[in-house]
């Protein structure tokens, strides 16, 4: 998935222990610092550690409650530069 200059500049300057981003059924955005597993049953992204980012409303819309797997953040950040980073 490709994301805005701004979404990208956004998710460099995050804390880097948080390398998962993900999006709620009811629409929250959510950081996570070890991978979330979705849970159809409670419309969430089940992990430990998070942090929702709601002062972002009109970013990253590309990230729905339907995806079927969270995205990573340095893959996201590295889409743009053509890299992946498959290790978790």
Avoid at 18 to 41: C, F, H, M
């Amino acid at each position: 998935m490709n994301i805005s200059e701004i979404e990208k500049i956004i998710l460099e300057n995050i804390n880097s222990k948080y390398k998962w981003i993900a999006r709620d059924k009811n629409g929250d955005l959510n950081l996570y610092e070890t991978k979330p597993q979705k849970s159809v049953r409670t419309g969430y992204w089940a992990s430990d550690n998070y942090k929702p980012i709601d002062i972002f409303p009109k970013l990253f819309l590309n990230i729905v409650w339907e995806d079927k797997e969270p995205y990573k953040i340095s893959n996201l950040i590295n889409n743009s530069l053509g890299v992946e980073d498959n290790n978790e």
